[in-house]
């Protein structure tokens, strides 16, 4: 397993963390998923055999958000 962090704008309430969250859970190969609001960033662990950040990045843009 592998952990990254990203660094997410446009997250302004819990809605947005939860938005945040399911797209990045539904994808394969990821454990786990935690937004935070206050720090403006997702951490996200997974295995880098079934998926990779550039996945991450195009699912939370899919969702509404930019990712630096």
């Known amino acids: 397993m592998k952990t990254d ?3 997410v704008q446009g997250m302004t309430c819990d809605g947005c ?25 997702v951490t996200v662990v997974y295995d880098p055999s079934l998926t990779s950040p550039d996945a991450f990045r195009a699912a939370i843009e899919g969702a509404g958000f930019e990712v630096n």
């Open 17 to 41: 963390v939860s938005s945040v969250k399911r797209a990045l859970s539904a994808i394969e190969g990821v454990t786990e998923a935690t937004p935070s609001l206050e720090q403006g960033q």
């Open 5 to 7: 962090t990203l660094l």
